[in-house]
């Protein structure tokens, strides 16, 4: 395999805006300067692997305007492969993000770009899917697409599917994810309505009940429930002072899809994405609060 780990995704530009309080409808009101971030699952996925060591390569697409030269430099400057990433169709993803002094966050996204990576898309990129060990792909993207993903797989190559935001899963998809990674809101939206008892572990056994071969349910500060064949067991967070949780699911995701490409079992891959998530939150930001291996060792 020439990659590790191939990030199926979105790339957006994070616009932040400090407020005093939200504008009512028809309101007005001054916010402080605006931050631009590079952002979007995929792309933060594609950063934080590469960050780890991990020989990464995204599959994307970005207007051909200022947002996405600023998306492919973060990508390229962490190591990621961008041979992949398109340009042109549609103007750059972009989130904007109000955030109010207790630290609540209103984001409106307009998924510009994203919203064109089309199953056409990855089936001419079909040679970088078989050259990856593993793919991961969130749901930002059209979930058409993801479903094209699933089905250009090769044999020996394993499919880890975060689908935020959330919406119910066709079986095509669904069987695919080893494993399927969700936080507690998302695993209520896969699941449906009904009752599946309070517990994570009931959510992650009732989540495995509908095909993914594993699933982990992250749970923030409590860390994570793992599931599979084998059962399933908790794998407890690390105590860190957090500062900014921002991206902090993307850190996790990426860490665990590319040591379970190394071979990791789902136990030893999914205690290592704990401490790559905890490292994640000490620091501001998303992209800038991924760790390296040797920050990773010292936490
Ligand atoms: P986000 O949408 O903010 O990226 P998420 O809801 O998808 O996050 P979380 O469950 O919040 O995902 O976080 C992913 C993992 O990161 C957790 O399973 C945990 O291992 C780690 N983590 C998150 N918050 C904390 C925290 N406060 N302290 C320690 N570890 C944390």
Not at 211 to 230: D, E, H, I, M, Y
Not at 231 to 256: K, N, R, S, W, Y
């Amino acid at each position: 395999y020439d990659y590790d780990l191939l990030v199926i995704g979105s790339a957006n530009a994070d616009l932040v805006v400090g407020v005093e309080r939200r504008p009512g409808p028809g309101e007005t009101v001054l916010g402080s300067e605006l931050d631009v971030h590079p952002g979007g699952k995929g792309a933060n996925q594609a950063v934080a692997a590469a960050r780890l060591g991990a020989r990464t390569a995204l599959l994307a697409r970005v207007g051909d305007d200022a947002y996405g030269r600023l998306l492919l430099d973060a990508q390229q400057a962490a190591g990621v492969d961008t041979a992949g990433v398109l340009v042109g169709g549609a103007p750059t993803g972009v989130a904007l993000i109000t955030v109010d002094p207790s630290g609540d966050n209103s984001i409106v996204v307009s998924p510009g770009a994203n919203g064109r990576l089309t199953p056409g898309d990855v089936r001419a990129a079909g040679g970088l899917l078989r050259a990856s060990r593993v793919v991961s792909a969130q749901l930002e993207i059209p979930l058409e697409t993801v479903v094209e993903a699933v089905r250009g797989l090769a044999p020996g190559t394993r499919f880890v599917l975060n689908p935020s935001p959330p919406r119910p899963l066709p079986p095509e998809v669904l069987r695919a994810c080893d494993p399927l990674i969700v936080n507690e809101h998302e695993a209520r939206v896969i699941l449906g309505v009904e009752p599946v008892g309070e517990e994570p572990a009931d959510r992650a056994r009732a989540l495995l009940a509908r095909g993914p071969r594993s699933v982990v349910v992250t749970l923030g500060a409590r860390g994570a429930w793992v599931a599979s064949a084998q059962g399933a067991f908790p794998v407890p967070a690390v105590p860190v002072d957090a500062v900014d949780t921002t991206g902090a699911g993307d850190a996790f995701t990426a860490a665990l899809a590319w040591r379970l490409g190394r071979g990791d079992a789902l136990a030893d891959a999914a205690a290592y994405a704990v401490r790559v998530g905890a490292a994640a939150v000490t620091r501001a930001g998303a992209q800038a609060s991924y760790p390296t291996p040797e920050e990773v060792a010292a936490l």
